[in-house]
């Protein structure tokens, strides 16, 4: 089985904001992940990543914020989403 592109989205938010998500399912678990997802979600304002969740091999779930990564506990996507999305709300108002 091959990894299978879930999603691939891109939102504009303003004339200097978007946020793009993209979510993989994996045959089998990354290095460093338990669960069988790829992802990628950042928002990006003035053309500076301001916000991403990620989980790169090795590294596991974490998310790059005020010039900080920091791990994060991946329960579903459902949840990993929300948790974004509160970010980025706190980060745009």
């Not at 299978?4 to 992940?33: C, N, T």
Request: with cysteine; charged share 35%; aromatic share 10%.
């Amino acid at each position: 089985m091959k990894a299978i592109l879930l999603q691939k989205y891109r939102e504009v938010l303003s004339d200097e904001a978007f946020y793009e998500i993209v979510l993989w399912h994996l045959p089998d678990p990354m290095p460093g992940s338990e669960h069988r997802y790829k992802y990628r979600l950042a928002l990006v304002v003035r053309g500076d990543c301001v916000l991403r969740y990620d989980n790169e091999r090795g590294k596991g779930d974490h998310r790059h914020i005020n010039g900080r990564e920091e791990p994060i506990a991946f329960t579903d996507l459902k949840a990993l989403l929300r948790s974004f999305r509160d970010d980025m709300e706190r980060i745009m108002t």
